[in-house]
């Protein structure tokens, strides 16, 4: 993948909030220093899903989170990258820059799932050149909420292929973690990352109990 700008200048600023929480002013400086150039190496191994590709952001901000793990020095283990991924996902200018959605509104959660559904046409569209990029499937069969799952994920894959598949399953956490931010909450069974054969997403604004 090619490294953009855009996505380092976005996040780093409120991953260093974040890091300026729990460790003194050295090993920020350390983690800072590093990251960048830790980041465009695991760009440069990541498969090509495409510039364009609408879902291209989650693989991008992944990485973009990895990056300062593995600039830590063994500072950032499995669980403090967690924390991280939550402190800096829980920051209110972070969250406003995002802007507010509610997904208990009927609305906003039918134009989420339109826009699922664009975003699963544009990678068959686009399937041939990219083929390492999600493959989606929907099921309608839910009444509450909006329902998909992936039978492929480069993010999974990722991980995988660099030996480093105990790994996958944290970022997992960035589904949940981001769906949150949408007033929502994600079931889920089962996970790529964890060997499953599916990644399930079933997302109901947080205001609905007893989901159907």
Not at 97 to 119: I, R, S, V
Not at 147 to 171: H, S, V, W
């Amino acid at each position: 993948m090619k490294y953009q700008a855009k996505h380092w200048l976005f996040l780093a600023p409120f991953v260093k909030r974040a890091l300026k929480k729990r460790y003194d002013a050295a090993d920020v400086k350390l983690i800072m220093g590093g990251a960048k150039d830790e980041y465009k190496k695991l760009l440069e191994q990541a498969d090509n899903i495409g510039e364009k590709n609408p879902m291209a952001d989650n693989l991008y901000f992944s990485l973009l989170f990895f990056s300062f793990m593995k600039a830590s020095d063994g500072k950032i283990g499995p669980q403090e990258l967690r924390q991280l991924m939550r402190d800096t996902l829980s920051d209110p200018i972070l969250l406003k820059l995002m802007g507010n959605g509610d997904f208990n509104d009927p609305k906003q959660l039918a134009k989420f799932g339109k826009k699922m559904h664009d975003n699963s046409d544009w990678a068959e569209e686009h399937r041939e050149e990219y083929p390492e990029t999600w493959k989606f499937n929907f099921d309608d069969s839910h009444q509450d909420g909006v329902y998909y799952y992936f039978t492929k994920c480069p993010i999974a894959k990722f991980f995988n292929d660099q030996g480093m598949g105990d790994l996958a399953p944290i970022f997992c956490e960035l589904d949940y973690l981001t769906v949150k931010t949408r007033r929502a909450q994600l079931l889920r069974e089962k996970t790529l990352a964890q060997g499953d054969d599916m990644c399930d997403f079933w997302i109901v604004g947080d205001q609905v109990q007893d989901p159907k």
